[in-house]
């Protein structure tokens, strides 16, 4: 073994061994904790972990996937099967005033939208089932606003975020206090970045869905960003024509709002060596990050993940 991937994998051990005890003390600590399931790489990691966490018991809190409904469809039954296979408690919510209303990703802009069908409508379900807890897959590396973040997050009783009021983190002491109607997201994956996150699906063979490899599928270039024409909901403007690109995605979300980037990786390892060049951070691809000056800050001040 190499000196460098033996390196590799105890800089994993310690991670993995970091998240595991922040699961637990989140699972210890609160009454009615919960596990946000996007259905991406690193709530794969994320359920992977947790699933170690109890083994050989089953997981003490469900999963809540917040379903905007434009999903990829590679998602979906990723979801269905992955969750029905392992036997996992999955709850499901959709903003169903704002889909009354068809709110949109293509009539509304993506800052409405999100708004709408993200920030919303997880709060809703939060609310409507008194969770005090909810676990994110979320890291610092990301995204400037969320290195911000402490690994317990504190929100208010309307689910807003205040980046002045988050208490110190001292080494592994975190501070889980809350009031009635308060709440606490906690991000136990806070210190992986994204090559952490493929070096452990590689270790541990945690499955994902297909769309992060290399795959001919039909695009249009719109905004300099390679969108996947998904299903028939998908407007062209005029001029634009679908064709066939060799792409994946590095980040998975609204399939309108998420840009593929081309490449010819289509195993773990082919991500993993792609990406020891890449030079752009993976949410390039979110044209939700970009859509205002500051705009994850403010969406996460909003109660947005």
């Not at 170690?52 to 434009?70: E, G, I």
């Not at 840009?259 to 979110?286: F, N, Y």
Request: charged fraction near 30%; aromatic fraction near 10%; glycine fraction near 6%.
């Amino acid at each position: 073994m190499s000196e460098t991937l033996s390196a590799r994998l105890s800089h994993l051990a310690v991670l993995e061994a970091e998240s595991i005890h922040i699961i637990r003390e989140t699972a210890a600590e609160f009454a009615n904790p919960v596990m946000l399931y996007s259905i991406g790489k690193d709530s794969q990691v994320l359920l992977h972990l947790a699933r170690k966490a109890f083994h050989p018991a089953p997981l003490p809190f469900p999963l809540l996937h917040v379903d905007t409904t434009w999903k990829f469809r590679e998602m979906y039954a990723f979801r269905d099967q992955f969750t029905a296979k392992h036997g996992l408690k999955l709850l499901v919510h959709q903003n169903k005033k704002a889909l009354a209303e068809g709110i949109n990703p293509f009539d509304h802009g993506s800052q409405k939208y999100t708004h709408a069908m993200k920030t919303q409508s997880l709060l809703e379900a939060l609310a409507e089932n008194g969770f005090d807890a909810a676990f994110g897959g979320a890291r610092r590396d990301e995204e400037k606003s969320r290195a911000k973040e402490r690994v317990y997050s504190f929100r208010d009783r309307h689910g807003q975020w205040e980046p002045r009021r988050q208490r110190p983190e001292l080494w592994n002491l975190y501070n889980g206090r809350i009031d009635s109607g308060e709440s606490m997201r906690v991000f136990p994956l806070s210190n992986w970045t994204e090559l952490d996150v493929w070096h452990y699906v590689l270790k541990e063979r945690i499955p994902v869905v297909p769309l992060y490899f290399a795959a001919e599928r039909p695009v249009v270039n719109r905004n300099g960003m390679w969108i996947m024409v998904d299903d028939e909901r998908m407007r062209l403007r005029p001029g634009e024509r679908p064709v066939q690109k060799r792409v994946r995605f590095r980040t998975l979300g609204c399939y309108p709002l998420s840009g593929a980037v081309e490449s010819s990786a289509t195993t773990v390892e082919d991500v993993i060596a792609e990406m020891l060049e890449a030079r752009v951070s993976e949410r390039q691809g979110r044209l939700i990050d970009h859509d205002e000056e500051g705009s994850m800050e403010l969406k996460k001040r909003e109660g947005y993940f």
